[in-house]
């Protein structure tokens, strides 16, 4: 009758209730996500615990089939308080959803280590406060450097197969190094060709746009220090928006690297994100689009090498070595328990658990 509408919502199905945040605390709650949660969810609460948000691609590219399966799973995760989320306010168009570590998904985080979630240094408003964030856009740009490298290799040839072997974050970099210099992150890559094992590392500088290129090249003095105070030289990946503001940063770089006292303890390379191909089904920064920096002649045109070639651009560079997660001294007593770097590979879904997790 018209003076009995119906309201929409009521013609509904009904839709599964999120759990308060008490209940998500519960021990009936946790018994519960220990009959849901798959090796995936578990990795991926370490993963968001260390580089603190994922958008819902990054996660697709990192561990899931397709989108449809990754909104599904994250869906699940969201109404289990595993996970929260958020949509940052775009003025064209939609922002993609946000993902952080949530309350539920931080205590079977904690649990799984022996852990109070305390001692995690974990608390929910302070994840979800990084969507107020001003670096919110830097800190989803380096991690989606990390995982576009992880995707390619998910779809890598048998024959020659490619992997991330180490991705560690801001804040993991900042406990080993800030008191010289503080990377927007550390990462090695692995590839097999023609029988033999090539390894690369690498420091990370993501930029935005928005440093003055003289703070950019002026951030080659700090790694410096660390080249001198650890011996060991380690390649310098610099990131930026387009290839216009990559010329400017090599000549503001180049000045700086010609004044150090041994240029060859820091190898630099410079990419812009411009010169990829946006057609491309999965482009990543293992392409051949990074340009060493040469002091002599900082606007050379080439050539650019791939990520597994680039170690052929500094003769005599040593190979990696194993990397040394062992929190020192003061610093580790002061701070929170800090988790080992979780693996940048998801771990492989069992038969059984496919069905009902990538359906």
């Given at each position: 009758m018209i003076t009995t509408t119906t309201r929409q919502h009521s013609l509904r199905d009904h839709l599964a209730g999120r759990r308060t945040p008490r209940a998500a605390g519960s021990v009936e709650h946790q018994a519960l996500l220990a009959a849901r949660l798959t090796a995936r969810d578990k990795w991926l609460l370490a993963l968001l615990h260390e580089h603190r948000v994922l958008t819902t691609a990054q996660i697709q590219d990192a561990a899931f089939p397709s989108g449809r399966?990754?909104?599904?799973?994250?869906?699940?995760?969201?109404?289990?308080?595993?996970?929260?989320?958020?949509?940052?306010?775009?003025?064209?168009?939609?922002?993609?959803?946000?993902?952080?570590?949530?309350p539920a998904g931080a205590a079977v985080l904690a649990a799984e280590h022996g852990l109070e979630v305390k001692d995690l240094g974990y608390r929910h408003d302070r994840a979800m406060g990084i969507a107020h964030n001003q670096r919110l856009a830097h800190t989803a740009g380096?991690?989606?450097?990390?995982?576009?490298l992880i995707a390619r290799a998910r779809r890598a040839p048998a024959g020659e197969p490619e992997a991330l072997t180490a991705w560690w974050s801001e804040s993991r970099c900042a406990r080993h190094f800030g008191d010289l210099v503080i990377p927007d992150g550390y990462g090695r890559w692995a590839t097999r060709s023609r029988g033999a094992a090539h390894e690369t590392e690498w420091f990370l500088e993501f930029d935005t746009g928005t440093e003055s290129l003289a703070k950019v090249g002026r951030k080659l003095i700090g790694y410096a220090r660390l080249?001198?105070?650890?011996?060991?030289?380690?390649?310098?990946?610099?990131?930026?928006?387009t290839a216009r503001r990559e010329a400017g940063a090599r000549t503001a770089?180049?000045?700086?690297?010609?004044?150090?006292?041994?240029?060859?303890t820091v190898p630099v390379a410079t990419a812009a994100a411009d010169l990829l191909d946006p057609a491309a089904p999965h482009p990543s920064p293992a392409e051949t689009v990074w340009l060493p920096l040469t002091s002599a002649r900082a606007d050379r045109a080439g050539p650019r090498y791939s990520l597994a070639d680039l170690p052929g651009a500094w003769p005599g560079l040593a190979p990696p070595a194993d990397p040394d997660d062992g929190e020192s001294g003061d610093a580790a007593a002061a701070s929170p328990y800090r988790?080992?770097?979780?693996?940048?590979?998801?771990?492989?879904?069992?038969?059984?658990?496919?069905a009902r997790s990538e359906r």
């Amino acid at each position: 009758m018209i003076t009995t509408t119906t309201r929409q919502h009521s013609l509904r199905d009904h839709l599964a209730g999120r759990r308060t945040p008490r209940a998500a605390g519960s021990v009936e709650h946790q018994a519960l996500l220990a009959a849901r949660l798959t090796a995936r969810d578990k990795w991926l609460l370490a993963l968001l615990h260390e580089h603190r948000v994922l958008t819902t691609a990054q996660i697709q590219d990192a561990a899931f089939p397709s989108g449809r399966a990754a909104r599904q799973r994250l869906r699940e995760l969201y109404l289990w308080r595993v996970v929260s989320r958020f949509q940052p306010f775009r003025q064209l168009g939609s922002a993609p959803m946000h993902y952080v570590l949530g309350p539920a998904g931080a205590a079977v985080l904690a649990a799984e280590h022996g852990l109070e979630v305390k001692d995690l240094g974990y608390r929910h408003d302070r994840a979800m406060g990084i969507a107020h964030n001003q670096r919110l856009a830097h800190t989803a740009g380096v991690n989606d450097f990390f995982t576009s490298l992880i995707a390619r290799a998910r779809r890598a040839p048998a024959g020659e197969p490619e992997a991330l072997t180490a991705w560690w974050s801001e804040s993991r970099c900042a406990r080993h190094f800030g008191d010289l210099v503080i990377p927007d992150g550390y990462g090695r890559w692995a590839t097999r060709s023609r029988g033999a094992a090539h390894e690369t590392e690498w420091f990370l500088e993501f930029d935005t746009g928005t440093e003055s290129l003289a703070k950019v090249g002026r951030k080659l003095i700090g790694y410096a220090r660390l080249a001198e105070s650890t011996g060991i030289a380690t390649p310098l990946l610099v990131w930026l928006p387009t290839a216009r503001r990559e010329a400017g940063a090599r000549t503001a770089l180049a000045r700086i690297h010609s004044g150090l006292d041994d240029p060859r303890t820091v190898p630099v390379a410079t990419a812009a994100a411009d010169l990829l191909d946006p057609a491309a089904p999965h482009p990543s920064p293992a392409e051949t689009v990074w340009l060493p920096l040469t002091s002599a002649r900082a606007d050379r045109a080439g050539p650019r090498y791939s990520l597994a070639d680039l170690p052929g651009a500094w003769p005599g560079l040593a190979p990696p070595a194993d990397p040394d997660d062992g929190e020192s001294g003061d610093a580790a007593a002061a701070s929170p328990y800090r988790l080992p770097p979780p693996n940048p590979v998801p771990p492989r879904a069992t038969p059984n658990r496919v069905a009902r997790s990538e359906r």
